[in-house]
């Protein structure tokens, strides 16, 4: 596992200013929250170590990789979203293992473990299926 760091990263959008130069190392196996009121940049923050939103300035760096122009996809990172947040041309199986293929797992065993997870929730042999064909 490496570490997280944060260097002078300022992220807008447009005129606002979401994150203002901020500086964060999470080291190495370290457990680490994020508390404050809403609107205060928590979620940006995340979002930038994720690869969902670029800094306006400054690095996000993990372990000793800067993460500029590396994509979501790409970043060993993982980000549950508070809100409903499926990629709609993916199918159910490939949602469920995506965070599996981020980090390398074949697809075999990617499938394999979807499937289990299907079983589990009571969808067994769905996992073929697009999200929006899913009900209820």
Same mark, same amino acid.
Request: with cysteine; hydrophobic share 40%.
């Given at each position: ?40 940049? @928590?979620?940006?923050?995340? %979002? ?14 993990? &372990? /000793? *990789? ?39 797992? @074949?697809?075999?065993?990617? %499938? ?14 769905? &996992? /073929? *299926? ?7």
């Amino acid at each position: 596992m490496s570490s997280v760091e944060l260097n002078h990263v300022t992220i807008r959008f447009g005129d606002f200013t979401a994150v203002d130069d901020c500086d964060l190392t999470i080291e190495s196996g370290e457990f680490f929250s994020f508390l404050g009121p809403s609107g205060c940049g @928590k979620t940006t923050i995340l %979002r930038a170590v994720s690869g969902f939103n670029d800094p306006t300035e400054g690095t996000v760096r993990i &372990g /000793d *990789k800067d993460m500029r122009g590396i994509g979501p996809n790409h970043r060993p990172t993982a980000l549950i979203f508070q809100n409903l947040a499926l990629f709609p041309l993916m199918s159910v199986a490939d949602n469920i293992a995506f965070g599996l293929e981020v980090r390398g797992v @074949k697809y075999e065993e990617r %499938r394999r473990r979807a499937e289990e997870l299907l079983n589990l929730i009571a969808l067994p042999g769905q &996992g /073929d *299926k697009m999200v929006s064909e899913l009900s209820g």
